[in-house]
Nanobody, 127 residues
């Protein structure tokens, strides 16, 4: 019942910053895990970050820790991914995702737990 729409992707130079936004409709995020999954060219999809909508708990993939930050605005039904110090290898399609189970560190090797997906937004980082 949740629809997710991403925005904010684009072309940016290495070292730059970008903020992705995801707006939910149909249902609020109050009972959901929400996060971001990306698919880099020639690679499998991977969980970038996730958070609980109703509690202050987050997951960030090791390769983005210290550079990317997931956040949310409950009143606007919006989740964000702030991306700083972007690298060429961050180039990917980024999907906003939501689910009802928390997998935590398991997301380092799987993409389990997400049953609602946005359409994806392209992020391209140039050298």
């Amino acid at each position: 019942q949740v629809q997710l729409v991403e925005s904010g992707g684009g072309l940016v130079q290495a070292g730059g910053s970008l903020r992705l936004s995801c707006v939910a409709s149909g249902q609020s995020f109050s009972r959901y895990v929400v996060g971001w999954v990306r698919q880099r060219p020639g690679k499998e999809r991977e969980v970038v970050a996730a958070t609980l909508w109703s509690a202050d708990m987050t997951y960030h993939r090791d390769s983005v820790k210290g550079r990317f930050t997931i956040s949310r605005d409950n009143a606007k039904n919006t989740v964000y991914l702030q991306m700083n110090s972007l690298k060429v290898e961050d180039t990917a399609v980024y999907f906003c995702v939501a689910g009802l189970r928390w997998y935590g560190s398991t997301w380092s090797t799987t993409t389990e737990g997400f049953d609602a997906w946005g359409q994806g937004t392209q992020v391209t980082v140039s050298s």
